[in-house]
Each structure stands twice: as C-alpha cells, then as structure tokens.
C-alpha cells in the first residue's frame, strides 16, 4: 500500500516527539565548509519523507535520536561554533526547524545581537500554511530563509516526498508569504528527478510570484553519500543528474 502523508498532520504529531516546553530535539551541532563556512544545528524530525534526505536516518527514528536543548542552548552552542572557527553565518538544518516554530522565533531571539547572519533551510511547508510564521520572521533583519523545494510540480513532489501533491503548492506560497512580509528568501530546488520542461513551467510559476524568485533561483541536486544511496534504493528513485561527494561539479552520473 502506498503511504500518503499529510505533511500538516505530520507535523503535528513530529512536534509532539521532538518539542517538549521550550526545548526542541538536535541531532549534531557541527561546523562546515557549505556558505564558506557555517556553524549548524541539525534537528530531528521532519513533515515529509524524502526519498534522497540526506538526515533520513535520524528523522526515521526520531524516538531513538538526539537530545532536548532551550534556545538558549541552541544559540550558545552555535554561536561558539562561529567564534571558534571565524565563520560569520549560522544556521538551523538537518530535518525541518520550522517544527516547534516558538523554539526557533526564541532561538532568534538569542542570536539578535551577535553580527552574524543567519539561514534558515527549511522545505517552506508551514510558512506556506501559516502566513503568521513569516510575519513573526520578518522581525529578525538578520535572516535569509532557504525554501527548498521538491522537484517541479505537485506529482513530482509527491512522488519524491511521500506528501500529498498539495504540499508542493504550499511550499510556493512559502516564497510567496516570506516577500510579503519583506523577509529575504530564495527557492532552491531539487532538480536531480526533473525534466527541462518541468523546470521551465515551475520558473514560469516563480516569476508569476516574483521574478526575484528567478533571478535567485538555486539548482539542488543529490549527493551520493552512501547512506543518500540506500534510501534512493529503498524508495527505487533514479536521479537523472547527482554528484559523487567531493568530486567536482563538473562529474556528474
Ligand atoms: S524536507 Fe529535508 S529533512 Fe525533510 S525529508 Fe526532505 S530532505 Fe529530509
């Protein structure tokens, strides 16, 4: 039987296991060469189940993984993380960070005066849901949010996430609310499963949003770490275009 989530109720019942009070499930905190350097926290859990997640294993048994750290904990640790490494951005990635969207608007909170900047990577599907969301960003001027979109259209969305098609329109809307509300933003898409046609009509969608959205669209595609391999497998997805990690750009499968 094919399971279908409803990534609006899966969110619910992520955030009953990796929220408790104000404190939220982390897997790692870790620094890293992405953005040129970039202090990150990976929480646990996510509200889809894509089949070339990269954190599966953790966001699969979400009861078995991570600790509870405040907000507190959060900013401090990464902000160290920073410091240490001389790095001017932080960020919050692994599973979706909008789960337990108090936890984060308090972990923003804590990081307001400290000169760095700040990324959000998030799949979009509740600021694409709850307009407020982006309102309650729109305070932090040290933010730019990343929605990472999957694939092109909502059957290729579902396809790859699991999620109901719908999931995919919401992720639009994320973009949409985030300029709404001046917050700064950029769609970066998963492209390793779409045809040329496909991207041009998800580009056609974007410049109806704004054409900013265009001009600062990101292409994303799989990275063939093992672990990336055995989902693929396990989910019988062929990326049409992916990397082998730490070969260059240029080498693709
Ligand atoms: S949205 Fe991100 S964290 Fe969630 S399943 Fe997809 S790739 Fe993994």
Same mark, same amino acid.
């Given at each position: ?98 789960? &337990? #969207? ?5 972990? @923003?909170? %804590? !990081?307001?005066? =400290? ?51 719908? &999931? #995919? ?5 994320? @973009?949409? %609310? !985030?300029?709404? =509300? ?72």
């Amino acid at each position: 039987m094919k399971i279908v989530i409803n990534p609006i109720e899966l969110s619910k019942a992520v955030e009953e296991k990796v929220v408790r009070g104000r404190s939220r499930k982390y897997y790692r905190f870790r620094g890293g060469r992405w953005y040129g350097g970039i202090a990150t926290a990976d929480a646990v859990g996510c509200n889809l189940s894509c089949g070339f997640c990269w954190s599966w294993r953790a966001n699969h048994r979400i009861d078995g993984v991570g600790e509870f750290y405040t907000p507190e904990q959060v900013a401090s640790k990464l902000v160290n993380i920073a410091y240490r490494r001389g790095y001017r951005l932080i960020r919050l990635s692994g599973g979706e960070p909008t789960l &337990g #969207f108090q936890h984060l608007v308090e972990v @923003l909170n %804590n !990081l307001e005066y =400290e000169n760095l900047g700040f990324i959000l990577e998030t799949n979009g599907i509740l600021i694409g849901y709850e307009r407020g969301y982006a309102r309650m960003l729109s305070k932090f001027k040290f933010i730019h949010v990343r929605v990472s979109i999957k694939g092109t259209n909502p059957e290729e969305f579902s396809k790859l996430t699991l999620a109901e098609p719908w &999931g #995919f329109d919401l992720q639009l809307k994320a @973009l949409e %609310n !985030l300029l709404d =509300e001046g917050v700064p933003c950029h769609p970066a898409v998963m492209l390793s499963f779409s045809a040329k046609e496909g991207i041009d009509n998800l580009k056609s969608k974007l410049k109806e949003i704004d054409k900013r959205l265009v001009e600062d669209f990101e292409e994303e595609y799989v990275f063939l770490y093992p672990h990336v391999e055995e989902i693929l497998r396990r989910r019988k997805l062929k990326p049409v275009i992916a990397f082998r990690p730490n070969s260059i750009p240029s080498e693709l499968i």
